[in-house]
């Protein structure tokens, strides 16, 4: 009599599992009676006691099969049969950001590489979403072009890519990108008195600026007189001119972490 027929393991069963079938049998005449199995996959038989799925071309939903025979001297006999079904096995995917301009006016763009042990040698279909550092969408454009809304400089701007298995099992990966440092703009430098006179014993440097991070802007003025550099550093430079004499300001915008133009 056979009994306790088994399948190891009996769950989570996948393309990959080694499988163990496995039954206990008694004879009323004493009689030491040992199971023989066959496993039965489609269409094909396989004799033996385990059976590694790996080595077989199994898909999710296939039905994995152990039929166990006992057969005594005297020709009784006894079977049962027992079955599985496989089960999807998840892609794996590796995310990664490739950034042309590392800045919030870069291009970047995001693979991935996707593999499934269910569907080789066909790969997983593979989607891309944007995120910015508060994790609102910013679409799936795949290159994504940049624009100070989207961040400043030490945001860090994510690519979650999505791999699809033709059982529609997914999986995802998480590859990031740190805006960096955009150096500010100089707008505007105003040079007064517009019209000097030879009475003229000051001039003020004025200059205003943008920095696409948000960050303050703040300046630095160096002055010339006719092409050589003087010592005076503030906004305002005093003394007496000769008349024809080419007085320049020259502002430097910084925004505290680097100068721009």
């Known amino acids: 009599t056979l009994s306790n027929l088994v399948i190891t393991p009996n769950s989570n069963i996948t393309s990959s599992t080694s499988l163990t079938c496995s039954a206990d049998v008694t004879d009323d005449d004493g009689e030491v009676v040992a199971a023989s199995f066959e496993w039965t996959v489609g269409s094909n038989t396989y004799a033996g006691a385990s059976l590694d799925l790996s080595t077989l071309s199994v898909i999710p939903g296939d039905q994995i099969t152990c039929a166990a025979n006992a057969t005594d001297s005297y020709g009784g006999y006894d079977n049962d049969t027992i079955s599985v079904t496989v089960l999807n096995t998840l892609p794996t995917i590796t995310a990664s950001i490739t950034a042309n301009g590392s800045t919030n006016t870069g291009e970047l763009t995001c693979s991935a590489t996707a593999e499934d042990a269910d569907d080789f040698p066909a790969s997983p279909s593979v989607s891309y979403e944007w995120f910015d550092a508060s994790n609102q969408s910013l679409g799936s454009s795949n290159p994504l072009q940049l624009d100070p809304s989207m961040g ?10 999505t791999a699809t298995d033709a059982s529609g099992g997914t999986a995802s990966d998480t590859a990031g990108h740190t805006i960096t440092n955009t150096p500010p703009v100089a707008t505007s430098v105003l040079l007064t008195p517009t019209s000097p ?36 550093t503030s906004d305002q430079l005093s003394g007496s001119f000769d008349v024809g004499s080419l007085i320049v300001c020259q502002a430097t915008p910084s925004d505290g972490k680097t100068d721009g133009q």
Do not use: K, M, R
Not at 152 to 161: K, L, N, Q, R
Not at 207 to 219: H, N
């Open 152 to 161: 400043v400089d030490g945001d860090v701007i994510s690519c979650v890519a």
């Open 197 to 232: 006179t030879s009475q003229t014993s000051s001039f003020n440097c004025s200059a205003s600026g943008t920095d696409s991070d948000g960050d303050s802007v703040t300046f630095t003025t160096a002055w010339f007189l006719d092409g050589q550099p003087l010592s005076e």
